[in-house]
């Protein structure tokens, strides 16, 4: 009742919690509010009606994959493993990827250090959980894993090394030993959600492993959201290891959007540098993260504007899902007041700045240069070579300038 209270206020104002202290303990008060934020803050991540019924913490939930990301990665467990195949669910949180998995078909144990957190996967997942530091040798047994490791600490800091993951490399090693061991033929496997800042070479020499391994960069509706390392049958679709700790493909990009994944594969390659044309090119983060510019620059007719930069151009908007192109309307080395003149004479709105390498501020920029006009603009300001260069553009949308 009282988390029900909490959910339906604001309960964040010293009023609202005033009132529900005269009617509950304080501690009951303090969980009811906590469940109802994290509810709150799961309604992007899984959708109204599952963060409805959710038990979690505003942690939890921040730490979860998404329901998008974990379908995603639960359709390969499925691919791999068959229906009713048991995936172990390591370091499983609140349970995010684990009501995917169940949701799959698959059998789920969720295990945690926490014994909260284990009883709240049981609890949204409708599987078994135990409260156990995976390492112990009873904690679980199971050919196929899931394993989340922590990339968090006291503070809230985020973690951007593999060594200072909780558990670390050492123990990643451990449990696909296990995974191994408890399979009776060759058929078992794994995957382990990083952080999307990971260098491949860096998570391949840690894991030092001669089965397959593939990493694959995951972006969700175009912002990055997790790399997954696939562990045996789950590298490359189930393909042989092309080289020590190298699968088929080694690397894979993929942007989920929706209910659609879209995923391309390939050797990391730098594209081509070329003059400037017609058109800017963005590609998805998933495939700068992955290195896969060189083959998409291929595929599309592209060429890159300056090494390293992350950017593409061409004289033709491709028609293809993993670029967003951008007209170019005019250039010019970078002033400010010549730009807000020129926005000024073209009807200038609203005004979106895209830059790289922090050649400026792009948010504080936005606002100065917001006019009064009706027409959206995209501005890149970009170093190339030791100038800063200024881009004025319309984003393309189906073949047309937006």
Not at 87 to 96: H, R, Y
Not at 194 to 212: K, Q
């Amino acid at each position: 009742m009282a988390e029900l209270r909490a959910a339906a206020a604001p309960s964040s104002t010293v009023a609202e919690i005033a009132r529900l202290r005269k009617l509950y303990s304080p501690h009951l008060v303090a969980a009811a509010i906590d469940l109802a934020e994290a509810r709150r803050r799961a309604q992007p991540k899984f959708g109204p009606e599952v963060a409805a019924r959710l038990i979690a913490d505003p942690a939890g939930v921040e730490m979860a994959s998404s329901a998008a990301v974990s379908r995603h990665k639960a359709a390969r467990f499925t691919a791999a493993a068959g229906i009713e195949a048991t995936v172990a669910d390591l370091c499983c949180g609140i349970g995010g990827d684990a009501m995917a998995l169940r949701a799959a078909g698959l059998q789920v144990l969720g295990v945690d250090a926490d014994e909260v957190r284990a009883w709240m996967c049981a609890a949204n997942a409708s599987c078994q959980s135990r409260a156990a530091r995976i390492e112990d040798p009873n904690a679980w047994s199971a050919p196929w894993f899931h394993l989340d490791p922590a990339r968090r600490i006291d503070g809230g800091r985020r973690i951007f090394t593999l060594a200072d993951l909780s558990p670390g490399p050492e123990v990643w090693r451990g449990v696909i030993d296990r995974a191994k061991s408890c399979a009776t033929t060759d058929t078992f496997g794994g995957a382990i959600k990083l952080g999307p800042g990971v260098n491949p070479a860096e998570v391949r020499e840690a894991i030092d492993t001669d089965l397959p391994l593939e990493i694959e960069f995951i972006s969700e509706n175009g912002r990055m959201s997790q790399a997954v390392v696939w562990v045996g049958k789950l590298a490359g679709g189930g393909g042989a290891a092309g080289g020590r700790g190298r699968a088929d493909g080694g690397v894979r990009a993929t942007a989920v959007r929706g209910e659609r994944a879209l995923s391309i594969t390939g050797e990391p390659t730098e594209p081509e540098v070329g003059e400037i044309s017609a058109f800017l090119i963005e590609a998805d983060d998933a495939i700068e993260r992955a290195s896969l510019l060189g083959p998409l620059a291929q595929r599309i007719g592209a060429c890159a504007i300056c090494p390293g930069l992350g950017l593409l151009t061409a004289d033709h908007a491709p028609a293809d899902e993993w670029a967003t192109s951008f007209a170019i309307l005019e250039s010019m080395p970078w002033n400010e007041r010549r730009i807000r003149a020129w926005l000024r004479e073209h009807d200038g709105g609203i005004v979106e700045v895209k830059t790289r390498g922090g050649a400026v501020e792009p948010d504080a920029l936005q606002l100065r240069l917001r006019g009064d006009g009706g027409t959206t603009y995209t501005l890149f300001v970009l170093r190339i070579g030791r100038a800063k260069e200024a881009f004025i553009t319309r984003r393309v949308v189906s073949g047309r300038s937006a």
